[in-house]
């Protein structure tokens, strides 16, 4: 039997027989089950920065130049903190989390082609 590829791109590929991500080959015929996952962003950094910095905003002088700053980055991270999305793997031997990317299309496209790889398999 040929190989046949569903999807293949930077270091990701889907075919009949294999999936391949972050250098780790699945064999397809021991994935049960697909799904889509999100990783929502740690923002505790963030929410600690923010608070610490409200607390000395309060007081005079270099105090509240450092609250301030402090404030500041604390707002700057919880911003820039993205959620990440997952293609989950679930095997015999439990789930895994096979890729992650912060783009969603991405990953579909990906869960899409694992799909139509398990329905060809039968």
């Not at 959620?83 to 679930?90: G, L």
């Amino acid at each position: 039997m040929e190989e046949k590829v569903f999807f293949s791109l930077e270091g990701v590929k889907v075919s009949n027989t294999q999936f391949v991500a972050n250098e780790h080959s699945y064999l397809l015929q021991d994935i049960l089950a697909v799904r889509h996952g999100m990783l929502e962003p740690a923002r505790g950094f963030a929410t600690f920065c923010m608070l610490a910095g409200a607390f000395l905003f309060i007081f005079q002088g270099a105090f509240m130049f450092v609250g301030g700053f402090s404030v500041a980055m604390g707002i700057a991270a919880w911003f820039s903190a993205k959620t990440h999305y997952a293609v989950i793997i679930q095997a015999a031997d439990g789930e895994h989390q096979a890729l992650t990317s912060e783009n969603s299309d991405d990953i579909d496209r990906v869960i899409r082609a694992l799909h139509t790889a398990m329905i060809e398999r039968g």
